[in-house]
């Protein structure tokens, strides 16, 4: 994994942490993306030069996130366990190659997730092998290529990942996606899309996994400039600040003994292997 420094710009947890007399350290982000479009799309490589990867490490960087990248072909696909046990919250975008992603990897990141790292899942990332699995469905929705604008609205104007954002974000060209989206439903639903063509969408899912946090984030297809846009930018540094994993001790699971005394007579079973 590629880390970037980061940067002397404070971002929003910084400025919160400020307000509160905390100083806690900076937010750790991996980002993952396959990194194949950029190779084989001269349109995408133009776009994103170095990557949508890079891109969206810059701007949370700039936030001030020590943020670093990942990428499909590199060894264990850059998810190393050294890289996702220094990770706090993982980012993942992927299309082309969701069946290049080794099953073994995706376990890896599943019970990281399920012990607490957060996971911001962008655009086609929806057919990912670690969003299935942590659905429990297909993720299928309907789709279409035709330069559209979309509407995003804000339908949990109290919720921190929308914090700084006006009642809407308006993208002039974007891919659509529409209902019905193969999901369960969202704990909470911060975003929902209108496109031009009349569709509407879910575009804003947030779920807890066990000790981790998830985020599906829709915008972001790769022939579309959609990660300079700044209200995309500012969601996505929210996300990341939003699925922070939270520290306390590890809840015990199994047998257990008692809180309080029990009546006299009364006996506990212990569990086969316990002393």
């Not at 981790?212 to 300079?228: D, I, N, Q, S």
Request: proline share 5%.
């Amino acid at each position: 994994m590629n880390k970037t420094a980061t940067s002397e710009t404070p971002g929003a947890a910084a400025s919160a942490n400020e307000a509160s007399g905390v100083t806690a350290p900076a937010l750790r982000v991996t980002v993952w993306n396959e990194n194949r479009h950029e190779k084989q799309n001269p349109k995408v490589s133009e776009i994103y030069p170095d990557g949508i990867h890079a891109a969206i490490a810059g701007f949370l960087t700039e936030a001030g996130m020590l943020a670093g990248t990942a990428t499909l072909d590199e060894p264990e696909h850059g998810l190393t366990d050294e890289v996702l046990d220094t990770t706090d919250v993982l980012i993942w975008w992927g299309h082309l190659a969701h069946g290049e992603v080794r099953d073994d990897i995706v376990a890896k990141v599943q019970r990281r997730v399920l012990d607490g790292m957060g996971l911001i899942v962008l655009h086609s990332g929806h057919y990912s092998k670690i969003f299935q699995a942590l659905m429990g469905t297909s993720c299928a929705l309907k789709w279409r290529e035709a330069d559209e604008k979309e509407r995003l609205w804000v339908v949990a104007p109290a919720h921190p990942i929308a914090a700084g954002i006006g009642e809407f974000i308006e993208l002039e060209r974007e891919e659509m996606y529409g209902e019905h989206f193969d999901i369960p439903a969202p704990d909470e639903l911060v975003f929902a899309s209108w496109f031009e063509g009349g569709e509407v969408f879910r575009s804003g899912c947030a779920y807890a996994r066990g000790g981790g946090k998830v985020f599906y984030f829709r915008p972001g297809h790769e022939t579309y400039p959609t990660y300079w846009h700044k209200d995309i930018q500012r969601v996505i540094v929210n996300a990341a600040n939003w699925a922070r994993p939270v520290k306390r001790e590890r809840p015990y699971r199994g047998n257990a003994q008692p809180l309080e005394k029990l009546a006299a007579g009364r006996q506990v079973t212990k569990g086969e292997g316990q002393q």
